[in-house]
């Protein structure tokens, strides 16, 4: 019996920081689509436009270099509204032009240097927007930190 539950948990451990698509963190603050397993998308708000992170399906960057796509907002009940992603540094696309409201469906569509054409899917929700974005109040403010013999002490009577 012991050596069971000892075998499981190295096989466990073994595993490492393997996700199942879908589970991977978020790294901008944003919300990771759904989809192929070949990419993770990263949608993020960011004063006022969409802005999607593109990474491997190990969760690193990936290099959107000879990479193209698109996006589609498909709000409910209404017509679907499509945009081309344009590319906005090592990893990141914008796109312009896409004013989602809370439960708009947003779907990457990808297309990789090889031919290969990935999606990746998420609703539009206010975990999407950074603190920065328009609408949200006054930016995060994070002040530098101190030795802990200098911080503030709250003190109640």
Same mark, same amino acid.
């Given at each position: 019996m012991f050596a069971a539950v000892v075998a499981s948990t190295l096989y466990a451990l073994s595993l490492g920081t393997a996700y /199942?698509? &879908?589970d991977h963190p978020s790294t901008h603050g944003g919300t990771v689509g759904r989809g192929d397993d &070949?990419? *993770?998308v990263e949608f993020v708000m960011e004063m006022g436009t969409i802005n999607l992170y593109v990474h491997d399906e190990a969760g690193k960057p990936l290099s959107i270099d000879n990479v193209n796509g698109t996006l589609t907002l498909v709000p409910p009940q209404h017509s679907a509204q499509e945009v081309k992603l *344009?590319? /906005?540094g090592y990893h990141k696309f914008t796109a312009p032009g896409i004013e989602p409201v809370m439960g708009d469906r947003l779907r990457a569509r990808i297309a990789l240097p090889s031919g290969e054409e990935l999606?990746? *899917? /998420?609703l539009f929700s206010s975990r999407m927007q950074l603190r920065s974005s328009p609408g949200l109040g006054t930016p995060l403010k994070l002040d530098p930190l101190l030795p802990r013999a200098e911080r503030a002490i709250a003190v109640s009577n």
């Open positions: /199942a698509h &879908g &070949g990419i *993770v *344009v590319p /906005a999606e990746s *899917v /998420a």
